[in-house]
């Protein structure tokens, strides 16, 4: 399975973005089965979980990013979303996104840098 992050791009503080995953390869019920998650890791920072979403829909956010960000997911399509609003300049990071448990192989990334 290969981790397809985009979305990513250079954004002014307090603006919105929409990032988005594909699990490519990814068997859909081995897919829709699983919790998925976004993380982000910023430069010389360890990678960071923030939102979670379970099988059943069920979410749950980092005090972080708790208000700001919504994960979501589209089983048909092997997809996750993560929409990110109020932008904050400790938002900037590389962003990706994987199973919350037993993770597949990471992908690239996509990178978010936020402005002031």
């Known amino acids: 399975v290969r981790m397809v992050e985009s979305g990513g791009k250079l954004v002014q503080a307090g603006g919105s973005l929409s990032l988005s995953c594909y699990a490519s390869?990814?068997?859909?019920?081995?897919?829709?089965?699983?919790?998925m998650a976004w993380y982000r890791q910023a430069p010389g920072k360890q990678r960071e979980l923030i939102a979670t979403i379970t099988s059943g829909g069920r979410t749950d956010h980092a005090d972080s990013v708790k208000g700001r960000f919504t994960i979501s997911r589209l089983n048909a399509k092997r997809m996750v979303y993560l929409q990110m609003n109020s932008l904050k300049p400790e938002d900037s990071a590389v962003y990706y996104c994987n199973r919350h448990a037993n993770q597949w192989s990471w992908g690239q990334g996509t990178q978010v840098t936020v402005f002031s």
């Open positions: 390869g990814a068997i859909l019920s081995d897919f829709s089965g699983n919790g």
